[in-house]
């Protein structure tokens, strides 16, 4: 089974410290994602890195970066927590573009941060 | 653009028949997706189409109609534990999903 997980179920920091979300992937994708989900927004995407040391600007990079350097390995930052970047944040891992199943992306467990 | 619009909420009994609804406007699409998704867990994979017509899993079948900009998935026998928000997404390139908001499904006794 593939295995995601995030370094944090719950997390609390307040404005201005510098946040770093962990997500580590065992089944060898090439790909990895992040996305935040907010109520009656759905998910939207931060980033996401097709190989190691490559990354890519989502929907919604503002005010967030990203670190790609293991294949299983991918950390988002947040350089000045802001108060409206309390939410819930998914990491999500995938094979490289294919057909069929191996499109499917599997998620993390979830960080449900909360900035003060 | 690539909007992908989906009912906000939905209600059901248990042991019927639920059809949610998803369309969506965009140039171009690998495949989409349905994922369920129970409160404070994460999404999991249930379907995916990529050619038109009818994908059957058990009680859960998905339809997409490309020319339409449309898909469906629908809910048979409904169980209480099928009480979950069900996510609607396209994948494009690198596998990049865009996902709709979501349809928040109650099934009752």
């Known amino acids: 089974d593939v295995k995601v997980t995030q370094s944090s179920r719950y997390l609390v920091k307040r404005t201005g410290e510098k946040v770093f979300l962990e997500c580590v992937q065992d089944?060898?994708?090439?790909?990895m994602f992040w996305y935040r989900q907010d109520p009656g927004l759905g998910l939207r995407l931060i980033y996401f890195?097709?190989?190691?040391?490559?990354?890519e600007k989502g929907d919604i990079p503002e005010g967030y970066s990203v670190s790609r350097e293991k294949k299983e390995r991918f950390s988002l930052i947040l350089e000045s927590a802001s108060t409206n970047q309390t939410s819930m944040y998914l990491c999500?891992?995938?094979?490289?573009?294919?057909?069929?199943?191996?499109?499917?992306?599997?998620f993390g467990p979830g960080t449900r941060l909360t900035v003060l | 653009g690539q909007n992908i619009d989906q009912p906000t909420e939905m209600t059901a009994t248990e042991g019927a028949i639920v059809q949610i609804n998803c369309t969506y406007q965009?140039?171009?699409?690998?495949?989409l997706f349905w994922y369920q998704q129970h409160a404070g867990e994460a999404p999991t994979f249930l379907s995916y189409?990529?050619?038109?017509g009818l994908e059957e899993k058990g009680r859960f079948s998905s339809f997409l109609s490309r020319s339409k900009g449309y898909s469906y998935l629908l809910l048979k026998e409904l169980q209480m534990k099928d009480s979950a928000s069900y996510l609607c997404?396209?994948?494009?390139?690198?596998?990049?999903?865009?996902f709709g908001a979501g349809t928040r499904l109650a099934v009752h006794p």
């Open positions: 999500a891992s995938s094979s490289r573009a294919g057909t069929g199943d191996t499109d499917t992306q599997y």
């Open positions: 089944m060898d994708h090439e790909n």
């Open positions: 890195s097709y190989d190691v040391k490559m990354k």
């Open positions: 965009t140039s171009g699409f690998n495949g």
């Open positions: 189409n990529v050619l038109d």
């Open positions: 997404d396209l994948s494009g390139g690198y596998n990049k999903l865009i």
